[in-house]
């Protein structure tokens, strides 16, 4: 992908958001929420493809899966005014109709075409599959970390403003409850496993959630990003004071630097 087609990219999902910002103003707070994380894992994923030695090309196209990645949350919240996507769609599968009802990728080379759908396809997945139809894994595994590193952001400063101010529909409809847990996410923590959304059933618990995402990172620079901007330390820091809290978060901490 060339420098040219990448820009056309950016000036296409401009316009295309535009639209969505007509409406309430819960409703706008949310879709600006979703316009920011964009930017902001574009930004990350710069960082990335520097990090990790991409090349010009290698760069742009992975570029192109960050600005892309989550354009099927805005028809997604515009239907169903959630993020969730067990009570609405898959927003990965949503993107993907975005970018063919669009044609946005008409002219990309074939190959790199199916690489950028591919990587939006399955950014998402708990797990990405074993293989795919395209040559490499490196732009599932770096979407996948570089959304992280802004969902992290996105967090922990929502969790710094008022309840009436946050953006309500990035807490999944999730209770602020400030002393419960679950003690199932907490011993999954504690194993080195990824806690699963559908065991969370508070904000606390998608605290957790969000901090064992440290296991599934696989750049080195995400994770020494991730331990400069100290998101992990500021999501426990308002974590319950329970010693099996504390350990788990050690070790996932430890796990950074490992």
């Keep these: 992908m060339n420098t040219m087609q990448l820009n056309r990219l950016f000036s296409w999902f401009d316009r295309y958001v535009e639209p969505f910002l007509a409406t309430d103003e819960e409703g706008k707070k949310n879709i600006q929420l979703k316009i920011e994380h964009t930017k902001k894992v574009c930004e990350a994923m710069a960082l990335l493809s520097e990090g990790e030695g991409l ?11 960050a600005l892309l990645h989550d354009v099927g949350r805005f028809p997604q919240y515009r239907k169903w005014r959630t993020f969730r996507d067990s009570d609405s769609d898959n927003h990965a599968r949503l993107a993907i109709e975005v970018i063919r009802e669009e044609n946005i990728l008409d002219g990309v080379d074939l190959n790199e075409h199916i690489l950028i759908e591919e990587a939006i396809r399955f950014h998402n997945l708990f797990e990405p599959p074993a293989t795919f139809k395209s040559f490499t894994r490196k732009y599932i595994e770096m979407i996948r970390d570089a959304d992280k590193l ?85 999501l426990a820091s308002s974590l319950p004071e329970r010693s099996d809290i504390r350990q788990a978060v050690i070790k996932a901490l430890n796990s950074l630097s490992a």
């Design 150 to 234: 802004d969902i992290w952001r996105v967090f922990v400063e929502l969790l710094a403003q008022k309840p009436e101010e946050r953006a309500s529909a990035a807490l999944l409809d999730l209770k602020d409850l400030p002393e419960a847990v679950s003690d199932l996410c907490v011993a999954a923590l504690d194993s080195g496993n990824i806690v699963k959304l559908d065991t969370t059933t508070c904000i606390n618990d998608f605290k957790l959630l969000q901090i064992s995402w440290v296991y599934d990172l696989t750049c080195k620079t995400s994770r020494r990003i991730l331990l400069e901007r100290g998101y992990i330390t500021s």
């Design 55 to 65: 090349s010009e090309n290698e760069s742009n196209i992975a570029a192109a899966v």
